[in-house]
């Protein structure tokens, strides 16, 4: 059963591109065809995160002017089968797709995938509308700080009165060394305060970075932190039950996460 | 923060975080739009006057936002109460 889900989030920044990529990646790794959109117009990125910025040759600006078919806009992966890029416009704006086009745009692939992904830019205004519209369901990223999760919670307010079913939450870039001082909201806390069920927990990695900076999502190849994590959000997507992680898990040897775990406590 | 406290791993901030955003959740939650308040207004209107006559010019209805919680705080300056309020009701 194919399904459109759109990746938002309410401040800018707390990693919804590269959630978007490496989620597309796992899935199409896993079996399943998947596109992921850019809808960032304007801002692209994901192309990059991707590593697939060199074969762009049309937008889904000019899909929906009908400057092109959707077939020709369509970016295949050669790493692994499946998994196809519709790149956003780098030099139109927001406004240049409008929430009916796009609605119409997600519908017309869901003939022909078991996923569609849309990362969505930040916020809350005409371009996030626009990248909800086609979906049917939401991914919501924040951080575990102070400003992240109030604006997830407007955008949670928005996605329900959108009639958006489920809206999951993920948090990114957790830090389990200052979880464990006490010092950064843990993801307990984060869930008492937006009340919507959790999805996935990724922990601060270095190697997001290094991977952005070679365009290969750590889900083609890595078994860092944040790359597992990804990859089990993926498979809780598709109904697995997956355990979440425990802080301690996050970190690839803390050294009193090594003594806990050697002591046979947990964290 | 301390030699003992990083030992301990006793931070404060993290409960600091968690009640300062409870707390402006709340307020942000509670940002009711005029159109709601002025539906909330009428409503109310019609519910009290089957009890009293009230004084529907003068009516006050704020959110009050106080420590820890949000109040719907009316002031509604009667009238007149209706001396058989009681009797149309147990007649409904
Ligand atoms: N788990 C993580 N660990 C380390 N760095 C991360 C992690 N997640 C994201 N980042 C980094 O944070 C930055 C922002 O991420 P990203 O572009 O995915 O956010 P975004 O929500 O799409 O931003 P925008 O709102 O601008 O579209 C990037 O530099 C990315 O590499
Ligand atoms: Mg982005």
């Known amino acids: ?267 | 923060m301390s030699f003992f406290k990083k030992l301990f791993g006793v931070g404060q901030s993290r409960q600091t975080a968690k009640e300062r955003l409870q707390l402006v959740l709340i307020h942000d939650r509670a940002d009711i739009s005029p159109e709601v308040m002025e539906n909330l207004r009428r409503d109310l209107i019609a519910v009290i006057s089957t009890y009293m006559e009230i004084d529907d010019s003068n009516i006050e209805l704020d959110l009050e936002r106080e420590d820890r919680s949000v109040a719907l705080v009316a002031s509604i300056p009667i009238r007149n109460v209706r001396r058989n309020a009681k009797v149309a009701d147990k007649g409904q």
């Open chain 1, 1 to 267: 059963m194919e399904r459109v889900i759109v990746l938002t989030s309410g401040k800018g920044g707390v990693g919804k591109t590269t959630t978007t990529a490496n989620l597309a990646m796992a899935l199409a790794r896993a079996g399943h065809k998947v596109v992921a959109i850019d809808a960032d117009i304007g801002l692209r990125n994901l192309d990059v995160v991707l590593g697939l910025e060199n074969r762009i040759v049309y937008s889904l600006v000019d899909v929906v002017d009908g400057a092109c078919r959707l077939k020709q806009a369509l970016v295949k992966d050669k790493r692994v089968e499946n998994l196809f890029l519709l790149p956003a416009a780098q030099t139109r704006t927001k406004d240049a797709v409008r929430p009916d086009q796009m609605k119409a745009l997600c519908d017309e692939l869901r003939a022909d995938f078991d996923f569609v992904l849309v990362d969505s830019p930040a916020g809350i205004e005409g371009g996030f509308q626009n990248a909800a519209s086609g979906a049917d369901e939401a991914l919501v990223v924040t951080t575990p700080d102070m400003s992240a999760v109030r604006d997830a919670d407007r955008i949670i307010g928005m996605l329900e009165s959108l009639d958006k079913h489920p809206i999951r939450l993920i948090v990114n870039r957790l830090r389990p060394n200052m979880v464990r001082e006490g010092n950064m909201l843990d993801v307990s806390d984060v869930l008492d305060i937006l009340a919507i069920d959790l999805i996935g927990v990724v922990p601060e990695d270095d190697n997001v970075v290094t991977s952005t900076n070679k365009g290969e999502p750590l889900t083609l190849n890595s078994i860092s932190p944040a790359a597992r994590a990804f990859d089990n959000i993926s498979r809780r997507l598709v109904g697995e039950e997956v355990p979440f992680l425990e802080v301690d898990d996050m970190t690839s040897g803390g050294f009193m996460a090594r003594i806990r775990r050697a002591l046979g406590l947990k964290g």
